[in-house]
C-alpha cells in the first residue's frame, strides 16, 4: 500500500522554464513533508521540507506548495537549470522520523 | 565532513552465502534506517533503529537483519540472500530532534 504516490516517472522541461513535480498522499497522519534530490550513483539528499501547518514553502528556487484537503504537495523549480536533472522523491512522516517514499520523478532539464 | 558511509558499494554474490553491508556516521544521529530502493516502488525502509540496542521492523524487513551495538554503527545482514533481494540499497541517519535524513552513496546488490 503505497501511502504516498508520484504518478509522473518523468519529467522534461527547457532550460529557465519552471518545473513543477507533483506528489499525492493518502495517510492524513502525515505532519511533515520533504522532498529528495538523487543523481545517479549517489544518496539521496534533503531538498526542501514543509510542516503540516504551513502551505508554502521557499527556498531559493525551490518553493513547496502543500494542499492537505487535497493531500497534494507540489515542488516547483524556477529557473529550471541543466544541473537540477535528477531524480526527485516525495517523502511524508507521521509525527516520527520514519518516512515513506514515493516512486520518484526524473526530471530532465534540457539546454 | 559530515557523512554516512556503506560499504561494500558493489556486490555480486549467490544465492544462500550470508553477507553483511556495513553503515556509519560520524554525525552522533540516534536514528538510523536502512532503505532499498526499486524500480518503481521508490525508497521501501526495511529496518529501523531509534538508538542503541533498539531497532525495529520497517515495511518490507523479511530476509534482513540488523544490529545496533554502537551509536555510529547499524549493519545490514541477509542471512540467506535470494535474487528477489537484488536491489539498491542505502543507509540513513537523522537526529532525534530533525526529519531530513542524511543517506550514504548506496550499496547495488546483486544476488544470483
Known amino acids: 500500500d503505497q501511502q504516498v504516490k508520484q504518478n509522473s516517472p518523468s519529467l522534461s522541461v527547457q532550460e529557465g522554464r519552471i518545473s513543477i513535480l507533483n506528489c499525492d498522499y493518502t495517510?492524513?497522519?502525515?505532519?511533515?513533508f520533504l522532498w529528495y534530490k538523487k543523481y545517479p550513483a549517489e544518496g539521496p539528499t534533503f531538498l526542501i521540507s514543509?510542516?503540516?501547518?504551513?502551505d508554502k514553502n521557499e527556498d531559493g528556487r525551490f518553493t513547496v506548495f502543500l494542499n492537505k484537503s487535497a493531500k497534494h504537495l507540489s515542488l516547483h523549480i524556477v529557473p529550471s537549470q541543466p544541473g537540477d536533472s535528477a531524480v526527485y522523491f516525495c517523502?511524508?512522516?507521521?509525527?516520527?522520523?520514519?518516512?515513506?517514499f514515493g516512486a520518484g520523478t526524473r526530471l530532465t532539464v534540457k539546454p | 565532513e559530515a557523512q554516512v558511509t556503506q560499504n561494500p558499494r558493489y556486490l555480486i554474490t549467490v544465492t544462500g552465502k550470508k553477507l553483511t553491508v556495513t553503515c556509519s556516521q560520524n554525525?552522533?544521529?540516534?536514528?538510523m534506517s536502512w532503505y532499498r530502493q526499486d524500480p518503481g516502488l521508490g525508497l521501501r525502509q526495511i529496518y529501523y533503529?531509534?538508538?542503541?540496542?533498539?531497532?525495529d521492523k520497517g515495511d518490507v524487513p523479511e530476509g534482513y537483519k540488523v544490529s545496533r551495538k554502537e551509536k555510529r554503527n547499524f549493519p545490514l545482514i541477509l542471512e540467506s540472500p535470494s535474487p528477489n533481494q537484488t536491489s539498491l540499497y542505502f543507509c540513513?541517519?537523522?537526529?532525534?530532534?530533525?526529519?531530513?535524513?542524511?543517506f550514504g552513496p548506496g550499496t547495488r546488490l546483486t544476488v544470483l
Open positions: 514543509i510542516s503540516s501547518i504551513k
Open positions: 517523502a511524508a512522516s507521521a509525527f516520527s522520523n520514519d518516512m515513506r
Open positions: 540513513a541517519s537523522t537526529g532525534l530532534a530533525d526529519r531530513g535524513q542524511f
Open positions: 533503529s531509534m538508538n542503541v540496542e533498539v531497532t
Open positions: 495517510n492524513s497522519m502525515f505532519d511533515y
Open positions: 554525525m552522533n544521529h540516534e536514528y
